[in-house]
């Protein structure tokens, strides 16, 4: 018995592979798979714009929804920086989102950065989903800067969600005393949103953690 047969009495063997045995893909099928449809997607349209220039019309149509990996987010600061005059917010709005959703604390911030910078201004969605990546990746640091622009520097009113967010973040890097701070920050603003009990316990744990017993007490 063999894999082979014969072919017409010709005396030549033919070797017939087994059905579940393929030969590997091509190098460059391999690449086509790997880009994807979003990622084509979004090469196309960059091409467009720079046939078409860049700050134009063009920008409503920017393929935001299929940011789906770190070096479309690249991608996307290259053509930022390309761009005159205001950014477009759908377009940031998604940024913000793909950011989230692929941890990237720090291009959160800086997207929030060139909103401020050049336009359209960020709303409280927009901060509230930045500040969100920050903490939950651990950049408390980042996200308490941003709750304080937001707050101080924009007048937007922040809900007690993104305050707890914050607090969490902080108590997990040891800053019992900037949770505190958070905490007393948000009774003083009467914000509203969410259950403020999460903020409260995240105070009493942080407290606890650092002794400072009269402070949970309180």
């Given amino acids: 018995m063999g894999t082979g047969r014969r072919d017409g009495g010709q005396g030549q063997e033919q070797h017939v592979l087994p059905s579940h045995h393929k030969q590997p893909p091509h190098p460059s099928h391999r690449h086509q798979r790997q880009e994807g449809w979003g990622h084509r997607r979004w090469r196309e349209a960059s091409e467009g714009r720079q046939r078409g220039g860049v700050g134009g019309a063009g920008q409503s149509q920017w393929p935001v929804g299929d940011l789906e990996d770190v070096t479309q987010l690249r991608n996307l600061e290259r053509t930022v920086e390309e761009i005159t005059g205001p950014l477009d917010a759908t377009m940031c709005r998604g940024a913000l989102t793909a950011c989230s959703r692929l941890h990237q604390p720090d291009k959160a911030a800086w997207i929030i950065e060139k909103m401020r910078e050049r336009g359209p201004p960020p709303d409280e969605t927009c901060y509230a989903t930045a500040i969100d990546t920050c903490a939950r990746k651990g950049r408390w640091s980042v996200a308490v800067s941003l709750l304080s622009t937001m707050r101080h520097t924009d007048g937007l009113a922040v809900e007690n969600p993104t305050f707890a967010v914050v607090m969490a973040a902080c108590h997990r890097a040891g800053q019992t005393e900037r949770v505190l701070a958070l905490l007393t ?14 903020a409260y316990a995240t105070a009493v744990h942080s407290t606890l953690a650092s002794r400072e017993y009269g402070e949970m007490l309180r």
Avoid at 188 to 196: C, F, K, M, P, Q
């Fill in 185 to 198: 920050e948000m009774e003083e603003a009467g914000t509203g949103g969410g259950n403020r009990g999460g």
